[in-house]
């Protein structure tokens, strides 16, 4: 069975004190909740509150995928792991937009990921014009065959899927239910067909893009769409919370 998860995207906000006090609220906010929440803080933050989470899990947002070297600028997945992080972010659309990374990187940084031992939430979708021009199934086809090359049916039970549409990231417009709904059915047949053994079935896949407390619950309603990947709701507690809250109501749990 999939998880239902409820992740917090920070980016670039929160310095470490200010990134305890929230997981201090956080963790007493959830601590009987069963859903499994996963903060991303910055990469100067991830120790701070990978010590006081407890029920609340740890990620960073991006790595290299190197272990160690001349790589000015660069952190890697021992670095992530020994500082506390169980999770990674590769190919936020930031990541690959504002920073230019391509899926050839991505795909090293996924297989390096899983190599040393952390968890991936791997981010794809499509921009306002592709999907304008009738190019969405084809843009998510593209990054997941890309992003995936060289992996196997086990390598994806430590993967979980975020589908962001670019035009959704941080614009105060989610996609539509039923937008999003098509693309993870989408996705998950995917991935049925090219790894086989449920591997669809069995892939918690999040919805990320203007998730906020007025919309989860007609998304979560949705029944490929297994939880949200938050970026700007996630700075704050209370909404953050009042998310994990709806969606834990509308899965059950
Ligand atoms: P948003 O960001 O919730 O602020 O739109 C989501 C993300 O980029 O992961």
Redesign the pocket.
């Known amino acids: 069975m999939r998880e239902i998860i409820l992740a917090g995207?920070w980016k670039m906000h929160k310095t470490i004190e200010e990134g305890e006090s929230l997981v201090k609220c956080l963790e007493e906010k959830f601590k009987d909740s069963p859903l499994k929440v996963i903060v991303f803080p910055p990469f100067t933050a991830i120790n701070a509150t990978a010590k006081i989470a407890k029920k609340i899990k740890v990620g960073g947002q991006n790595m290299y995928f190197e272990k160690e070297g001349a790589f000015t600028g660069e952190v890697s997945p021992i670095m992530l792991k020994e500082a506390g992080a169980e999770y990674v972010i590769i190919g936020?659309?930031?990541r690959r937009n504002i920073f230019g990374e391509k899926d050839e990187l991505i795909n090293k940084k996924v297989h390096s990921a899983l190599e040393n031992g952390l968890k991936v939430v791997l981010c794809i979708g499509e921009k306002l014009e592709e999907r304008n021009a009738g190019k969405t199934e084809e843009v998510i086809e593209n990054e997941l065959k890309k992003d995936l090359d060289g992996l196997s049916s086990k390598d994806i039970t430590n993967i979980i899927i975020a589908y962001?549409p670019i035009w959704?990231?941080?614009?105060g417009v989610s996609a539509k239910p039923e937008q999003a709904e098509e693309v993870h059915k989408f996705i998950r047949n995917l991935l049925d067909e090219r790894f086989g053994d449920n591997v669809g079935e069995n892939t918690t896949i999040l919805y990320?893009?203007?998730?906020k407390p007025a919309n989860i619950e007609s998304l979560a309603k949705m029944k490929d769409i297994d939880g949200g990947?938050?970026?700007?709701?996630s700075l704050k507690c209370e909404s953050f919370f009042e998310i994990g809250k709806f969606l834990s109501k509308i899965k059950g749990l």
């Open positions: 995207n936020h659309s930031e962001e959704a990231i941080g614009t990320g893009g203007s998730v990947l938050v970026g700007g709701a």
